[in-house]
């Protein structure tokens, strides 16, 4: 089955700086997503983005299908930022999604 | 709330029992997903439904069975239960097949 690597497994920074995090996966996919589980552990989904790239206030993402990655950026990071950003693929036609191990994110005031 | 109502929230019951949980996708969703999230496996697929009928299937253990109603809310029924089934379930929806997922907020199962 596909595989998905994300990259930092953690990454700790001081508010307002910018972070970008990486997903790669092993197969072509027609689904891949990323997801921000809270300190309270509820998943936020941010981005749904097979390809191309995408913008959402300080969050955007780019996803290079041909290459086999995406890239999740974060800008003027936060405090509320922290937790764990999860990148999920699906290559099948049932929208079952292969999650990575996450990347664990602190900001720090 | 994201649209996705999952209950219990907390569930804690002793080995060897069995406990259901449920899931109501947003509206007009039509796929429901499961997933089990444990410290040492991260999130892992259990099962899909749409509109009704079994898609897919992960690595569901055979004492876990889901259905998904004509109301298109879905359950999980986990039987047998062992320590190492303590995990969060989540519960997902879509609207369709490769489409964003919105989740639930999750169950926390702690079997002792």
Same mark, same amino acid.
């Given at each position: 089955g596909?595989?998905?690597? +994300?990259?930092?497994? /953690?990454?700790?920074?001081?508010?307002g700086a &910018?972070?970008?995090?990486?997903? &790669?996966?092993?197969?072509?996919?027609? &689904?891949?997503q990323?997801?921000?589980?809270?300190?309270?552990?509820?998943?936020?989904?941010?981005? #749904?983005?097979?390809?191309g $790239?995408? +913008? &959402?206030?300080?969050?955007? *993402? !780019? $996803?290079? *299908?041909?290459?086999?990655?995406?890239?999740? #950026?974060?800008?003027?990071? +936060? !405090?509320? /930022?922290?937790?764990?950003?999860?990148? *999920?693929v699906?290559?099948?036609? $049932?929208?079952?999604?292969?999650f990575?191990?996450?990347?664990t994110l +602190?900001?720090?005031? | 709330?994201?649209? =996705?109502?999952?209950?219990?929230k %907390?569930l804690?019951?002793a080995?060897g029992?069995r =406990?259901?949980?449920?899931c109501?996708?947003?509206?007009?969703?039509?796929?429901v997903?499961?997933?089990?999230?444990?410290?040492?496996?991260?999130?892992?697929f259990?099962?899909?439904?749409?509109?009704?009928?079994e898609?897919?299937?992960?690595?569901?253990?055979?004492?876990?069975s889901?259905?998904?109603?004509?109301?298109l %809310?879905?359950?999980?029924?986990?039987s047998?239960?062992?320590?190492?089934?303590?995990?969060?379930?989540?519960?997902?929806?879509? =609207?369709?097949?490769?489409?964003?997922?919105?989740?639930?907020?999750?169950?926390r199962?702690?079997?002792v």
């Amino acid at each position: 089955g596909i595989q998905v690597e +994300q990259s930092p497994p /953690d990454l700790i920074l001081q508010e307002g700086a &910018n972070s970008t995090l990486r997903c &790669n996966f092993s197969d072509s996919v027609n &689904n891949l997503q990323w997801f921000h589980q809270n300190p309270w552990g509820q998943l936020i989904n941010l981005f #749904y983005i097979p390809s191309g $790239t995408k +913008q &959402n206030g300080r969050l955007s *993402a !780019t $996803t290079v *299908a041909t290459e086999r990655y995406s890239l999740l #950026y974060i800008s003027s990071s +936060q !405090t509320t /930022d922290s937790g764990v950003y999860f990148c *999920a693929v699906g290559s099948s036609n $049932t929208g079952k999604l292969i999650f990575g191990q996450g990347t664990t994110l +602190q900001v720090k005031p | 709330d994201s649209g =996705v109502t999952q209950t219990p929230k %907390h569930l804690i019951t002793a080995t060897g029992q069995r =406990v259901t949980l449920r899931c109501s996708p947003r509206s007009g969703d039509l796929s429901v997903y499961w997933y089990q999230q444990s410290l040492d496996q991260g999130l892992q697929f259990l099962i899909q439904y749409y509109n009704g009928e079994e898609r897919a299937k992960g690595n569901i253990l055979e004492r876990f069975s889901a259905q998904q109603f004509p109301d298109l %809310h879905s359950e999980l029924n986990l039987s047998s239960l062992e320590l190492g089934d303590s995990a969060l379930y989540f519960c997902a929806s879509s =609207v369709g097949l490769a489409y964003g997922y919105t989740f639930g907020s999750g169950t926390r199962l702690t079997v002792v």
